[in-house]
């Protein structure tokens, strides 16, 4: 059984990957921040992102879930809807 996060743990997790590995700046982070516009994302980082967001959650995410995904507002309610 997976185990059930809140926007704000996922959130917070989501904001520690992408500071610590992708060297993105906190102050760039916010809900409505587009992966690849803001960020500057491509698709290996995207990758990189969702294998270590399924680290976290313990849990396989498919490609396919994350084909639609823009802002970091999309990423954590697309791991919400996995749990």
Do not use: G, H
Request: no cysteine.
């Amino acid at each position: 059984m997976a185990e059930k996060y809140s926007y704000e743990e996922i959130y917070s997790e989501l904001t520690k990957i992408l500071v610590s590995e992708f060297e993105a700046k906190e102050e760039n982070l916010k809900p409505e921040a587009d992966l690849f516009e803001d960020l500057e994302f491509d698709s290996i980082d995207a990758v990189d992102l969702v294998v270590r967001l399924q680290q976290f959650v313990n849990k396989k995410i498919s490609p396919d879930d994350f084909k639609q995904i823009r802002t970091l507002n999309d990423v954590v309610i697309a791991i919400q809807n996995l749990l």
